[in-house]
C-alpha cells in the first residue's frame, strides 16, 4: 500500500535538510545549479583562469631557483625568487608604449647560460656594451673608473692571477671555455676587455667562488630572461640530505619531510623579500 506524505512527514524531511551540514547544502546547491545549465560559465570562467596564468608565465613572471653560492651573501641556496620577464622589453615597437627600461650596470638578471641554453643562471651585470672593463687584485674599473661594488663578497686572501687581475692573455685559468679563451684574447686592448655591441659581462656577487663571465664569456642581449623581483621562499638545508643521484623514493622522501618541516626549514627573515 503506498505510504501517504503526511504533514508529520513533511516536517520530519524538512528538519533532516536543515541537518545537513552546510558544506553539504552548498555543494548540492552548486551541483544543482550546474546541472539546470550553468555549466557554461563556470566551463568559461576556469578557461578564463587558465589563460590568464599561462599568460602571466610566459610573458610576465617566472619561478627561478638559486642552485649555487655564486650570488652569496645577495642571493643563497635555498632562495626561490619571481623574476620580471617583462622589465627589460625587446627591440620592437611596444618599447614606445610599455615602462620598460635599459639595462644598467649593477642588474642582477636571469638568463639562459651561453655554453648550454637549456641552464638558468643568475649573475649581476658588470659591464655595458662599449664599456672597457679591468680587474685589478679583484677591484673592478669601468672605463678606467673603479666601481663600488658594497654587495660583493671575497671568500679568500689566495691571488689567483686570471680571476683577480682579468683579463688575463698569457695563461688560462682551470675552467675557461675554450672558444671563450680565444675570442676574449681578440678583444683586449691596453690591458682592458672591450665589451662588443649587443652583449653583458656579468660577474657573482660571490666574486672568489663564480663561474662568471671572466670563465665562460659574454651575455647576448637575447640570452636575457629578465630581472629578479622578489625572493618568494626561502628554504635552508633543503638539499643537503639528497645524494648525488637522487632516485624517485629519496626525493619523495624528501618533499614529504619538506612539508612536514616547513616551518622548520622556512628562513622567514629572507621570504618575501625584495632583490636588490
Not at 112 to 120: E, G, L, T
Not at 153 to 168: A, E, G, H, K
Not at 241 to 259: C, E, K, N, Q, W
Request: charged residues 25%.
Amino acid at each position: 500500500m503506498p505510504r501517504l506524505r503526511t504533514d508529520r512527514n513533511i516536517r520530519g524531511a524538512a528538519r533532516r535538510r536543515r541537518g545537513k551540514p552546510r558544506l553539504y547544502r552548498r555543494i548540492v546547491s552548486w551541483s544543482e545549479k550546474i546541472s539546470v545549465g550553468d555549466w557554461p560559465a563556470t566551463l568559461q570562467s576556469v578557461a578564463g583562469t587558465v589563460v590568464i596564468a599561462v599568460f602571466v608565465v610566459t610573458f610576465l613572471l617566472q619561478a627561478f631557483t638559486i642552485p649555487s653560492e655564486s650570488m652569496e651573501q645577495t642571493l643563497l641556496i635555498g632562495d626561490y625568487l619571481l623574476v620580471d620577464k617583462s622589465c627589460y622589453g625587446d627591440s620592437g615597437g611596444w618599447n614606445r608604449l610599455m615602462p620598460y627600461r635599459k639595462i644598467r650596470r649593477g642588474d642582477i638578471i636571469v638568463f639562459h647560460y651561453p655554453v648550454n641554453p637549456a641552464q638558468d643562471f643568475v649573475k649581476r651585470v658588470v659591464a655595458l656594451p662599449g664599456d672597457r672593463l679591468r680587474l685589478i687584485n679583484k677591484r673592478v674599473y669601468i672605463n678606467g673608473v673603479p666601481v663600488q661594488e658594497p654587495y660583493v663578497q671575497y671568500i679568500t686572501t689566495l691571488r689567483n692571477l686570471y680571476r683577480d687581475d682579468f683579463p688575463r692573455t698569457d695563461s688560462p685559468d682551470y675552467g675557461v671555455d675554450a672558444t671563450w679563451w680565444k675570442e676574449m684574447r681578440k678583444l683586449v686592448e691596453d690591458h682592458q676587455l672591450i665589451i662588443p655591441e649587443g652583449h653583458y659581462f656579468v660577474l657573482g656577487d660571490n666574486r672568489d667562488d663564480s663561474q662568471d663571465s671572466r670563465y665562460w664569456g659574454f651575455v647576448p642581449r637575447e640570452n636575457i630572461i629578465g630581472r629578479p623581483l622578489l625572493i618568494y621562499w626561502s628554504a635552508g638545508n633543503l638539499n643537503n640530505d639528497l645524494p648525488g643521484s637522487p632516485t624517485v623514493g629519496d626525493r619523495l622522501y624528501h618533499l614529504a619531510y619538506t612539508v612536514t618541516h616547513l616551518y622548520q626549514i622556512t628562513r622567514w627573515e629572507r621570504t618575501f623579500r625584495l632583490v636588490r
